[in-house]
């Protein structure tokens, strides 16, 4: 785990230290590829585990509930704060 975070506070150096030159510019597109190559490798390691694929509809609802839980707190929260700090009051 610690090597994982040093990589990514190593990376945050290097990016700050080139942020003005050409070729950080370029690495966006490079990024969205490597995320997509690394869900279809996530992918195929889900679909070769029969313990995952055996248990697909358990997990899957668990899965949806949590999706909706942590959606639906996360829309509360926002709707919290822009309540709060953004909205204006009116006075009258």
């Known amino acids: 785990m610690f090597t994982v975070i040093g990589i990514m506070f190593a990376g945050i150096g290097v990016g700050y230290l080139f ?12 990024i ?37 839980a942590s959606t639906l707190g996360s829309l509360l929260a926002a709707w919290g704060v822009y309540h709060f700090f953004f909205k204006e009051r009116r006075h009258g």
């Open 19 to 30: 942020r003005e030159t050409r070729w950080t510019q370029k690495v966006s597109p490079l």
């Open 32 to 68: 969205s590829y490597t995320i997509f190559l690394l869900l279809f490798l996530l992918g195929i390691s889900v679909g070769a585990n029969e313990a995952i694929v055996n248990n697909l509809g358990t997990l899957g609802t668990q899965a949806l509930l949590i999706a909706s």
